[in-house]
């Protein structure tokens, strides 16, 4: 059996801008409040069009769990870590505060934690997926712009969505090979 | 017993022409400063004392972290020019050299001690569970080594002995290797970040180098001045003139540096890289820039040592006090201008709050507090050497 690559598939013009995934992932996960604690976020997009015929895109994000995840190299304890199934995933216990993981981070998804006291982000909701659940942003939203599967299998919501439709990832100039995928 | 006391005499005495006691009086009153900043930091905790923010992570600490561990460095390698390669001129100061580069290192491990959130779990972290393929791994293995061998230089030039000077040789040259390997090192730390061009590439590697040896000399220059009341004798002229010519020629290599990283930075306008340069030259870091990094930190010294010819100490000594107020603003410059982009626009709902397309970053008294720490050891534990330890040149 092949080991699992799991991935979010985003198709942001479905997103009403509702924010209940971030709302989801505080609770979930219980993120402190404060201006600089969120793991997830929806910008606001540009406006565009001409009045009266506008259009805006919302487009939610978070960590973007890369292949080539710098934060896990410049990370100088090993704290910042990936799992078999391709999850980037902190060890609180080993982490510094050394804060190189959130220089090193191009899409600025670490903050620091006065829960754990340590860098903290995304976790894809790895206890609950163990136990076959989905993340809390992905079940919460209540348009389904989320899609969280296995890319090592075919018939996955979000192997089918990426073969059936193009995609975009952010900053491929980095070369940080993203499994978070955004619908064009 | 008599011996023992010659031996200790050789190494301990008052010396009452030095005016060492205002330095250790300011730097007692530093080190007050910045031990009520470490309170603040333990009892509130670090991120109500820092101003560091989730986009600016690195701030003050980090520019002064380097600003003292770069300058030690520089000091080591002037040391081991002289002790390894026989500069004779050097030579004959390597009792201060090393340890002034023993303090300084010193005063720049509180600055990172106190940055770092964990600092006691760093200790056991980076032996039970290192990550060699980050490159604050190999700073800190190269830093630790450099405080080892500068411990042994300082136990070897004190105690005189014909076996201890080819040990001591072989000392200087290792502190030398170590600590051009450890501040390289430090720049890689910057150098490798992808996320943040202006910092990637080999720029900072090697600025940190020529730039920490321009250091050396110029805290060399400066303490000399001090240490003989701007009246520095005739015996000592080779080596403050070899001093003045070393810092010279590495001031304009800085110059050369920094004339084409600005230049990269600017030309086609490659992202991000651009909006770093900019806000150096016309941006928030502006006149830390100008007046820091370009007056004081080059030109302006580098004008007072042609005009010094290599003769007026004085001069030279006052080139030296530029070059260290200017380095400050280079250090803090380099550490905030890389970060100053931020990694997504400022759009509403990001979260990033942006004037002009760069977020802010200010240091807060509290890290001001920790910087007068550092600043406050060196003055303190140097003076009173200076006071109490013979380091008169050889």
Request: with cysteine; charged share 15%; proline share 5%.
């Amino acid at each position: 059996m092949k080991r699992k690559r799991y991935a979010i598939v985003f198709d942001t013009k479905k997103c009403l801008n509702c924010k209940a995934c971030t709302v989801a992932c505080k609770f979930e996960n219980y993120v402190p409040v404060g201006d600089d604690s969120y793991r997830l976020w929806v910008t606001e997009m540009p406006l565009e069009g001409r009045f009266p015929v506008l259009r805006q895109e919302f487009r939610p994000s978070q960590c973007q769990h890369c292949e080539n995840a710098p934060c896990e190299k410049v990370c100088p304890t090993g704290a910042t870590f990936r799992t078999a199934e391709g999850v980037v995933l902190i060890d609180y216990d080993k982490c510094i505060l050394c804060k190189a993981c959130m220089a090193a981070c191009p899409y600025d998804a670490r903050f620091v934690s006065k829960k754990h006291d340590a860098v903290e982000k995304c976790t894809f909701c790895m206890h609950r997926v163990s136990e076959g659940r989905e993340p809390a942003c992905v079940e919460t939203c209540p348009v389904r712009v989320r899609e969280f599967g296995d890319l090592n299998d075919p018939d996955s919501t979000v192997s089918r969505l990426l073969n059936q439709r193009a995609y975009y990832q952010l900053k491929p100039e980095k070369n940080t090979r993203p499994r978070l995928f955004y619908l064009k | 017993m008599t011996n023992q006391n010659n031996s200790l005499s050789h190494i301990f005495r008052v010396n009452k022409d030095i005016p060492a006691m205002p330095f250790i009086a300011c730097g007692a009153a530093l080190l007050l400063v910045g031990l009520i900043g470490v309170i603040r930091v333990l009892v509130y905790g670090q991120e109500a004392v820092y101003g560091v923010t989730r986009q600016v992570p690195w701030g003050l600490l980090i520019a002064t972290y380097a600003y003292f561990v770069i300058t030690s460095t520089g000091l080591a390698f002037i040391g081991g020019l002289g002790h390894a390669f026989n500069v004779q001129p050097f030579a004959r100061i390597g009792k201060r050299i090393v340890l002034l580069a023993f303090i300084i290192l010193l005063a720049g491990f509180t600055q990172i001690g106190m940055e770092i959130g964990h600092p006691f779990r760093l200790m056991y972290l980076f032996i039970l569970s290192p990550n060699f393929s980050a490159p604050i791994v190999w700073m800190g293995i190269f830093y630790g080594i450099e405080l080892f061998l500068l411990s042994i230089e300082l136990y070897l030039i004190f105690v005189k002995s014909p076996k201890n000077h080819a040990l001591s040789a072989a000392t200087a040259f290792l502190t030398l290797m170590v600590g051009v390997a450890a501040t390289s090192n430090l720049g890689f730390v910057f150098g490798s970040l992808t996320a943040r061009p202006f910092y990637h590439g080999i720029y900072f590697p090697t600025f940190l180098v020529v730039s920490g040896i321009a250091g050396g000399c110029a805290i060399l220059l400066l303490i000399h001045n001090i240490i003989y009341r701007f009246n520095i004798p005739d015996e000592l002229s080779r080596t403050m003139s070899g001093l003045s010519k070393l810092m010279g020629l590495c001031i304009g290599a800085m110059l050369f540096l920094s004339a084409w990283k600005i230049i990269s930075s600017l030309y086609t306008a490659p992202a991000e890289a651009y909006e770093a340069a900019t806000a150096l030259l016309s941006g928030p870091l502006a006149i830390n820039f100008w007046c820091g990094e370009i007056i004081f930190a080059l030109l302006l010294p580098l004008a007072m040592l042609l005009m010094s010819r290599g003769k007026n100490f004085m001069i030279m000594g006052a080139a030296g006090l530029f070059f260290m107020i200017g380095m400050f603003f280079t250090r803090y410059d380099f550490i905030v201008a890389g970060q100053l982009h931020p990694m997504r626009a400022g759009n509403a709902g990001s979260h990033v709050d942006v004037l002009n397309g760069l977020v802010h970053y200010a240091p807060s008294s509290g890290e001001w507090m920790i910087f007068a720490l550092g600043l406050g050891l060196f003055f303190f534990f140097y003076f009173l050497a200076e006071r109490f330890i013979a380091l008169e040149p050889e």
